[in-house]
């Protein structure tokens, strides 16, 4: 009889434990790494991975310490491939998180549930329907194969390109920058087949759930012989789990998700896609605040495949890898099948005359002459039009004029969202909910009244100033139940809705071939904002709104966007006029370079909670300190704790503290060495709720 073995097991250990590498157990032969296992953790059993022996353990050696053996493998499952270990390796370090936390959290949630043979019978009951829906055969190339649109210049030179990547030993990501309409999801289309004739498997990252099922859909129709899976929030955790077995057992063809696919194991990856690589919501903002697209590029890098990043805006740390060459940049300038750009035409909400609304009080018009006369000509063509207002709700907040009360969250630093439909005042930042009240709870004056304006209010707005159009929305409310955002998108698509309001939800990669207007309303608040990446994020807004318009070639010339703004001489409008993304980023990228923000820096937030302000400021203030005893702390600034623009959320207190330094590598070493410090540090700050690192923040 063998004697055991010791294996490392990464376990899902919470943060404040301080354990962030593999425990040490007994196991009863060898065990390949990545190899799924059940294990004794104090008083429970839990999931855990084999993982390999470089990662240091939390533990002491097996000399000094009597090793508790494994309780079960999950045999017959292969291990997790050894470029996702590699992986979470270089996330969990990046990211400043334990590895067990990080790897546990991007597995399905389901397999915690289940033991060995449990997961077995569940592998053999996908094994069988898989049979059942026939192997997967190579794409055909006879005259039965789907058809497929002719290339245009562009999409050749950017294919030509990509057939370069898929030669090269360690190809450079590609930075794929075309214009809305340009045919860049054909290039993905295009690109995935070569990967597939060859026998491996492609990745296809989109940024929001809501984009997954057109894009699947296109996926489908061209290979109908292949096997999609998806991978997103919106699966319900038996769906996650087998599409996650599929994939693992080399069974999808294609992988198609969102930020958590990133992680999905693909034991033959031949390309990863990411669209829209602009996007905010490819960064985590909970937990292992990790960037996807980051991600897939380094994945990319680790398994020696090409990288496509797609976008008609791309991010300025993009762009400027591509400008110094550690990317490829591809321009597609042109709309496919003749569409042009829609004319951009900027409204000076300064010279209108202001309407009274009441006693003492008076407002702007809701929409300028021009803009609603434009409105009018496209009902009268047949034509639809799109209304883009990135608030929902009714209005942001109801006031009281006699005594000055507003609709305030009790748990929160914000105001209460004012839903007319349902009479409610709702928080969008703990939820909290009560119906609208009769009378001002503090005066009982009758007359409370909305300030603002959401896009439930703008849809009633038009429905006055447009009788008879046919007007619907389409934001986080009405797209709440299951299906009704097919089923408003599918309206749309049949043209029976003149005019869509909604929110930057309808501004992402939607193809509405009859929509010839688009109308920004009141854009401006981000043009101030203190957060350096406000700028970049409106421009991207508007490009991809505007974008929604001119894309049936027939209407092309005759599309516009109206901006409805007060600064209409501003800079971003300017470059927005003649959808000059280049002389945009060339005027950010110098004020960044001139302020020493990213790129040309590198940032990560600490960030801390607690139901009392002092106590979070304390924690902070004490690992600045800590910051400063360390080594290259010299080669790194770390500013005042101060609160984020939200400072209370749900009943706690949150406070920041930025950390910045010219140098990723200097930083990452502090940061690391800083770890151990503010997990020793917490147990001195009694009420601290919880602390984390984000390491290269969205907003600051």
Known sequence: MTSPVRVRVLVETPQHSGLVGPLDYLSERPLMPGT????????????????????????????????????????????????????????????????????????????????????????????????????????????????????????????????????????????????????????????????????????????????????????????????????????????????????????????????????????????????????????????????????????????????????????????????????????????????????????????????????GNSQVPVLAPPVLQSLRERIQRGEQSLVFLNRRGYAPVLHCADCGWKSGCPHCSAWRVFHKGERTLRCHHCGFTERVPRACPDCGNLDIAPIGRGTEKLEEQLAELLPGARIARLDADTARGKGQLESRLAEVHAGEVDILVGTQMVTKGHDFRRITLVVAMN????????????????????????????????????????????HPQHALYAALKTHDFAAFAASQLAERRSAGLPPFSHLALLRAEAKDVAVATAFLRAAAECAARLAGADEVTVYPPVPPSVSKVAGIERMQMLVESPSRMRLQRLLSDWLAQLHALRPQHKGLARWAIDVDPLAI
């Open 523 to 566: 854009p401006d608040s981000a043009l101030f904002a203190s957060d350096f990446r406000a700028p970049e994020r409106l421009f991207a807004l508007l490009m991809q709104a505007g974008g929604r318009a001119g894309r049936d070639a027939e209407a092309a010339e005759r599309s516009e966007m109206w901006v409805q703004t007060w």
């Open 36 to 359: 799924l296992v059940r294990v004794p953790l104090g008083r429970r059993e839990v999931l855990g991975i084999s993982w390999h022996d470089r990662a240091a353990p939390d533990q002491a050696p097996p000399e000094a310490a009597v090793l508790r053996p494994v309780a079960g493998v999950f045999e017959g499952l292969a291990p997790l491939p050894s470029p996702w270990l590699a992986l979470v390796d270089f996330a969990a370090a990046y990211y400043q998180r334990g590895l067990g936390e990080l790897a546990l959290a991007v597995l399905p949630p389901e397999l915690r549930k289940i033991d060995a043979p449990g997961l077995a019978k569940r592998q053999a009951r996908l094994l069988k329907k898989l049979q059942r829906e026939g192997t997967a055969p190579a794409l055909p190339a006879q005259a039965d194969a789907p058809s497929r649109p002719a290339l245009g210049p562009e999409q050749q030179q950017a294919l030509a390109a990509f057939d370069s990547a898929l030669a090269e030993a360690r190809p450079l990501p590609l930075l794929l920058h075309g214009v809305t309409g340009s045919g860049k999801t054909e290039v993905y289309l295009r690109a995935a087949e070569q990967v597939l004739a060859a026998g491996r498997q492609a990745l296809v990252l989109v940024p929001e759930i809501n984009l997954t099922p057109q894009l699947e859909r296109r996926f489908t129709e061209r290979f109908p012989g292949r096997r999609l899976v998806a991978m997103h929030s919106g699966l319900t955790p038996v769906q996650r789990l087998s599409h996650w077995l599929t994939a693992l057992l080399g069974q999808a063809d294609i992988v198609l998700g969102t930020r958590m696919s990133v992680f999905a194991p693909l034991p033959r990856l031949g390309l990863i896609v990411v669209d829209e690589e602009h996007d905010p919501s490819y960064k985590q903002q909970e937990g292992a605040r990790y960037s996807a697209r980051d991600l897939a590029v380094y994945r990319g890098h680790l398994e020696r495949v090409p990288v496509i990043l797609g976008s008609a805006t791309p991010a300025l740390e993009s762009w400027q890898r591509a400008l110094d060459g550690r990317y490829r940049r591809l321009e597609m300038a042109q709309r496919i099948g003749g569409g042009v750009l829609p004319r951009v035409r900027l409204f000076d909400m300064g010279v209108l005359p202001r309407e009274r609304s009441g006693p």
